[in-house]
């Protein structure tokens, strides 16, 4: 896990990475592919998130349960 | 289980998922095989990833206590529940209901009963806190929540401490306590919180933390193709920056997406959570964020504190109803750290967002004493009255009678 303590984030106003030495293996290139495992809280947002920030990659969802209940 | 909304709607819809052109697949994942990035499902497939979110997150908790496993010990956690409940009632028409823990979810389902069947159960909830809801709110604000309920009805028994639940013939017929004391039940009801989903992220060998899988504040785990979100994660608290067992859908949606983010290039930080939370009993709305008094003072805080009663509109306005709220502050630093609200109306409850906006600002008791607020005779107390305001005056005077 990459240790944040003392790192100088080099990011524009609105928080795009300006130099990505930090994340570094980290960026999604086109044609990759994110894999979600969950669809609840976390897992849906993610996959419409990353859908629309990166549309040249693959997204898939996994999910488990046919429903949940919505908090 | 108000009926209030359809079991599709209360989910992200397959469709919308899908015409946002992403892949969706109802199975269980077996394995995750991180050496080779591979995900396995229930029925054999694979599917090969780059990078993996895991978002598993949480299962209700039952406490290992005798007769869990009775016809008619219910909990709450996704739809089935929700059906598992409503069926129950069909089938049996049970009349003494209990609820095991004042929590919100209790403390709904509770009200919901009584608001839509009127006189048609014996309602009694049981805390082994001194008072209903003790994690969202102090005992000064919990007492007339009480008094309210139990003039609906809702009878509630604080200082109980459940140690089984008793059955006949496989079906609950009461609950015992500690004491010996016995209460007859027909159907219990246990909500004492959730644990995270964890055993997917254990298998493939991610580092763990005391409330679930350990994230920086960018929701990447000890593996560098892995992130991961929600309640199956471990979040630090905004205040103290320590592990917090808190796990709301509110800062899920937000570790969803800034993961997503991260991914696309941005490097926005998880700020910590305040578990900021409400709930509806009766036309009651409860909300709090951050800490209570007693939490604080827990966490090793020195308070000050102050309450305020205030109106929803102005004097002269018909249908004014009251409202109260309380805000802690660190005496130390003169830092807000906490409120609580107890409103007859909707709209005032939602001035905890003003709360956690003014915490996460770090905002001072000084810095409150100027807050301004949108005022309007129908819409909100007077601005003399703002009780936002009148709180930090309160407490700026105790600061200096010390």
Known sequence: MPDLKGKALMTCLDGRVKNNKSTKGTIMEQGEKLVIVGCSGAGGPAAMMAKKLMPNVDVTVIRKEKFFIVR | ???????????????????????VFVAEVT????????????????????????????????????GKDLDGVMTLHGLPDA????GFVADNTPKKLVFIGAGFISME???????????AFDITVVEFFDRPLPLMIDKDMADPVKEYLQEKGIKILTGKKVEKIIGENGHVTGIGFASGEKLDADMAFIN?????????????????GTFGIKVNAFQETSDSNILAGGDC???LNFITKKPDPGRLRGPAVMQGRLAAKRLAGYEIEFPGVLNAGGCRMFDLVITAT?????????EGFETVCASVESRSKHGMIPGMTPWKIKLVFDKKTQKLIGGQIVSHTVSPAREIDSITALIMGKKTISDLTTFMS?????ISSEPSLEPITIAAEQALQKLKKV
């Not at chain 2, 059906?83 to 409503?86: D, F, G, Q, T, V």
């Open chain 2, 1 to 23: 289980m108000a009926g209030l909304a359809t079991p599709k709607s209360i989910v992200v819809p397959d469709e919308k998922l899908e015409g946002a052109g992403i892949n």
């Open chain 2, 83 to 86: 059906e598992k409940i409503k």
């Open chain 2, 374 to 378: 949108a005022c309007n005779p129908d």
């Open chain 2, 192 to 208: 004492v919180g959730v644990r995270p989903n964890l055993e997917l992220a254990e298998n493939i060998g991610l580092e763990m």
């Open chain 2, 233 to 235: 994660v471990e979040k």
């Open chain 2, 31 to 66: 394995k995750v095989d991180a050496e080779s990035k591979k995900v396995l499902i229930s029925d054999g497939k694979e599917f090969d990833y780059d990078k993996l979110f895991l978002a598993t997150g949480s299962s209700s908790f039952i406490p290992l206590i005798e």
């Open chain 2, 109 to 119: 389902i509770a009200s919901l009963f009584a608001v839509q069947n009127p006189g």
């Open chain 2, 290 to 298: 951050g800490f209570t008094e007693e939490a604080a003072t827990k």
